[in-house]
């Protein structure tokens, strides 16, 4: 697959357009659609297939052009089950969720498959897409190159953030995390500098 980090919006959130055969999804479009919908092309290479747009959780600065891109591209909108109620609640969106994910869903998008992981903390439906074949994470407002998801926030859990941090830093082998701000990292390289987190990881 390819990414494409995009900062969006007032609190530069990470937009990523994830490009795989052809296909394409984007995750957290937080605001500028024009700026996403922009990169879509690329070069020659042929426009790809939107697929879907996701969002990660549902907070404004990743949600604030999901309305304008499924307007534009006519797809559909994922969101994790258990932000409905923010969903709801904000009543800021003109598009409503077409498919709410779950715990241990798949997702495909070209050649990858990405199984979705409810890690709640940040927001109750936090989800986690996990790209096991090339390693990736997809974790939204979970984990930063510097620091962590705030908890303080409606719905927010800082246990349950840690049993979402548990998880993944649990995870054998090395990872790519792709966060919702900030910089891309590598799990082994936070754990090694975050005794928070290597205190969650077993053995
Ligand atoms: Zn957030």
């Known amino acids: 697959m390819k990414v494409?980090?995009?900062?969006?919006?007032?609190?530069?959130?990470?937009?990523y357009v994830i490009r795989?055969?052809?296909?394409?999804?984007?995750v957290d479009p937080g605001g500028e659609a024009e700026k996403i919908t922009g990169s879509l092309k690329n070069g020659r290479e042929e426009d790809p297939e939107v697929k879907f747009v996701?969002?990660?959780?549902?907070?404004?600065d990743?949600?604030?052009?999901?309305?304008d891109l499924v307007d534009q591209l006519d797809v559909d909108f994922y969101l994790g089950k258990k932000d409905l109620e923010l969903f709801e609640k904000?009543?800021?969106?003109?598009v409503t969720p077409d498919r709410l994910l779950e715990e241990g869903e798949k997702i495909e998008?070209?050649?990858?498959?990405?199984e979705v992981w409810e890690t709640p903390g940040h927001t109750p439906g936090s989800i986690t897409l996990v790209e096991e074949d090339e390693r990736k994470l997809f974790v939204g407002d979970l984990v930063f190159s510097a620091g962590f998801g705030r908890t303080d926030l409606p719905g927010g859990s800082k246990s349950e953030l840690e049993?979402?941090?548990?998880?993944?830093?649990?995870?054998?082998?090395?990872?790519e995390v792709y966060p919702g701000h900030g910089p891309v990292?590598?799990?082994?390289?936070k754990l090694a500098s975050s005794p928070f987190l290597s205190d969650l990881k077993e053995g």
Do not use: M, Q
Request: some cysteine; aromatic content about 8%; proline content about 0%.
């Open 109 to 114: 998008v070209g050649r990858n498959s990405f």
């Open 54 to 60: 996701l969002a990660t959780h549902f907070h404004w």
């Open 163 to 175: 049993k979402s941090l548990n998880r993944v830093v649990n995870l054998d082998g090395d990872w």
């Open 62 to 67: 990743h949600v604030d052009a999901v309305a």
């Open 90 to 94: 904000s009543g800021e969106l003109d």
């Open 20 to 26: 795989s055969n052809g296909e394409a999804t984007i």
């Open 185 to 189: 990292f590598h799990l082994k390289e």
């Open 4 to 15: 494409k980090k995009i900062e969006v919006g007032s609190l530069e959130t990470n937009c």
